[in-house]
C-alpha cells in the first residue's frame, strides 16, 4: 500500500534507532525512556508532545511496576494512537465533498515548495473523479510558474483554470473563480495564494483582502483554509503552521512529503498540537499519493 511505502524511510528510522536502544537490556528503566524521548525529539514529534508521550509510557512503568523492552513497541503504538484519538478535531472524514455548501469554497496557503501547486492538482483530480465539478483559481500570482502548473493540472484533469497571468491582483483571480464557479453550478472552487511569510503584514493583508473579495459572490466564504506544510522539513513545518495561524483562519492542513523523509514524526507533533484537523498527508507523486489522513491507519502503519 502507498501509505506504507510513503512511511517507510520514519518507520525504518525510528525503529532501527528504538531497537538499538533496547539491546541488551530486559526493562524500560530510566535509561531507556531517556533514549526513547532523544528518538522522538529526532523524528520530529516536537518537544511538547515528545515529553506526553514519554509521560505516559512512565505511568504505564509506575502502574504495571515492571514492563519488559519487548513490550515497548505495542505499548509505545497503544500511547500515540491513543493521544492522537484524543484529539477530537483531528478525526476527519473526507469533508469537502459531503458539504452542503455548493460550490465549497476551499482556499489554499502554504509557503513556496511546500507542495501547494501539486496538492491542489491532486485534490482537483480527486474530487473530479469522484464526480464533482471543480473549478481552479491560479491565485498564486506571484510565484513564477505557479501559474502555468495549476494551467497544467487543469488540463490534466479538464477542469476549468481561472487566471490573469502573473503578477495580478490575486484578490480578482479568487472573485472570478468562485463567480466562474457559482455560474456554472460547480461543487468545488479551489483558490490557490502566494504565501510570501516573509513580510507577514503584507501576507495578512492580502489573505483578508481575497476573503473579503470573495464574500462579495459567497457570503460565508472560504469553508475552507488549508494550510500546506512540507512534512519533510520537520520543526520548520511546526514554525510555519504557528505563523499561518496567526495571519489568518487556518481550518485544515496537509502535510506533505512524507515519502522520502525520515521526519514523519511531525505528523504526530502537529496532530497534537495545533487544534487544527490534519486532513490530507502527501505520500509521493501520484495522485492517489495525497490521502485522507487516518489516524489510525497512520499509526498502524508506522508500527508494522
Ligand atoms: P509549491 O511551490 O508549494 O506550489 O510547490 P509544488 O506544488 O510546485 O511542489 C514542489 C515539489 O514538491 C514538486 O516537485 C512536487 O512534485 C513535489 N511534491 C509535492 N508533494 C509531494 C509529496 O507528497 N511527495 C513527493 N515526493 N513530492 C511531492
Same mark, same amino acid.
Given at each position: 500500500? &502507498?501509505? $506504507?511505502? #510513503?512511511? +517507510?524511510? @520514519?518507520?525504518?528510522?525510528?525503529?532501527?534507532?528504538?531497537? %538499538? /536502544?533496547?539491546?541488551? !537490556?530486559?526493562?524500560?528503566?530510566?535509561?531507556?525512556?531517556?533514549?526513547?524521548?532523544?528518538?522522538?525529539? &529526532?523524528? $520530529?514529534? #516536537?518537544? +511538547?508532545? @515528545?515529553?506526553?508521550?514519554?509521560?505516559?509510557?512512565?505511568? %504505564? /512503568?509506575?502502574?504495571? !511496576?515492571?514492563?519488559?523492552?519487548?513490550?515497548?513497541?505495542?505499548?509505545?503504538?497503544?500511547?500515540?494512537?491513543?493521544?492522537?484519538?484524543?484529539?477530537?478535531?483531528?478525526?476527519?472524514?473526507?469533508?469537502?465533498?459531503?458539504?452542503?455548501?455548493?460550490?465549497?469554497?476551499?482556499?489554499?496557503?502554504?509557503?513556496?515548495?511546500?507542495?501547494?501547486?501539486?496538492?491542489?492538482?491532486?485534490?482537483?483530480?480527486?474530487?473530479?473523479?469522484?464526480?464533482?465539478?471543480?473549478?481552479?483559481?491560479?491565485?498564486?500570482?506571484?510565484?513564477?510558474?505557479?501559474?502555468?502548473?495549476?494551467?497544467?493540472?487543469?488540463?490534466?484533469?479538464?477542469?476549468?483554470?481561472?487566471?490573469?497571468?502573473?503578477?495580478?491582483?490575486?484578490?480578482?483571480?479568487?472573485?472570478?473563480?468562485?463567480?466562474?464557479?457559482?455560474?456554472?453550478?460547480?461543487?468545488?472552487?479551489?483558490?490557490?495564494?502566494?504565501?510570501?511569510?516573509?513580510?507577514?503584514?503584507?501576507?495578512?493583508?492580502?489573505?483578508?483582502?481575497?476573503?473579503?473579495?470573495?464574500?462579495?459572490?459567497?457570503?460565508?466564504?472560504?469553508?475552507?483554509?488549508?494550510?500546506?506544510?512540507?512534512?519533510?522539513?520537520?520543526?520548520?513545518?511546526?514554525?510555519?503552521?504557528?505563523?499561518?495561524?496567526?495571519?489568518?483562519?487556518?481550518?485544515?492542513?496537509?502535510?506533505?512529503?512524507?515519502?522520502?523523509?525520515?521526519?514523519?514524526?511531525?505528523?504526530?507533533?502537529?496532530?497534537?498540537?495545533?487544534?487544527?484537523?490534519?486532513?490530507?498527508?502527501?505520500?509521493?507523486?501520484?495522485?492517489?499519493?495525497?490521502?485522507?489522513?487516518?489516524?489510525?491507519?497512520?499509526?498502524?502503519?508506522?508500527?508494522?
Amino acid at each position: 500500500e &502507498s501509505l $506504507d511505502k #510513503g512511511l +517507510e524511510k @520514519t518507520k525504518e528510522g525510528f525503529f532501527s534507532k528504538l531497537s %538499538r /536502544v533496547v539491546v541488551g !537490556k530486559s526493562k524500560v528503566d530510566e535509561d531507556v525512556l531517556d533514549e526513547l524521548e532523544e528518538i522522538l525529539i &529526532s523524528s $520530529d514529534v #516536537g518537544v +511538547e508532545t @515528545t515529553i506526553k508521550i514519554i509521560r505516559r509510557i512512565e505511568d %504505564r /512503568v509506575a502502574k504495571d !511496576k515492571f514492563l519488559t523492552t519487548n513490550e515497548l513497541d505495542g505499548i509505545l503504538r497503544e500511547e500515540i494512537a491513543e493521544l492522537l484519538a484524543e484529539n477530537k478535531s483531528s478525526d476527519v472524514e473526507n469533508a469537502f465533498i459531503k458539504s452542503d455548501k455548493k460550490p465549497f469554497v476551499l482556499m489554499v496557503v502554504g509557503v513556496n515548495g511546500v507542495g501547494k501547486t501539486t496538492t491542489i492538482g491532486k485534490l482537483a483530480s480527486q474530487f473530479h473523479q469522484a464526480g464533482n465539478k471543480v473549478v481552479l483559481g491560479a491565485g498564486d500570482t506571484f510565484r513564477a510558474a505557479a501559474v502555468d502548473q495549476l494551467k497544467l493540472w487543469g488540463q490534466r484533469v479538464g477542469i476549468p483554470v481561472i487566471d490573469h497571468g502573473m503578477n495580478t491582483d490575486p484578490a480578482s483571480v479568487a472573485y472570478d473563480a468562485v463567480k466562474q464557479a457559482v455560474e456554472q453550478d460547480a461543487d468545488i472552487v479551489i483558490i490557490d495564494t502566494a504565501g510570501r511569510l516573509h513580510t507577514k503584514v503584507n501576507l495578512m493583508n492580502e489573505l483578508s483582502k481575497i476573503k473579503r473579495v470573495m464574500q462579495k459572490v459567497i457570503p460565508d466564504a472560504p469553508h475552507e483554509v488549508l494550510l500546506v506544510l512540507d512534512g519533510s522539513t520537520g520543526q520548520n513545518a511546526f514554525i510555519q503552521a504557528q505563523e499561518f495561524t496567526k495571519v489568518t483562519e487556518v481550518t485544515a492542513l496537509a502535510i506533505t512529503k512524507l515519502d522520502g523523509t525520515a521526519k514523519g514524526g511531525v505528523v504526530i507533533g502537529i496532530s497534537d498540537q495545533f487544534k487544527i484537523p490534519v486532513k490530507y498527508i502527501g505520500v509521493g507523486e501520484k495522485i492517489e499519493d495525497l490521502q485522507v489522513f487516518n489516524k489510525k491507519e497512520f499509526v498502524d502503519s508506522l508500527f508494522k
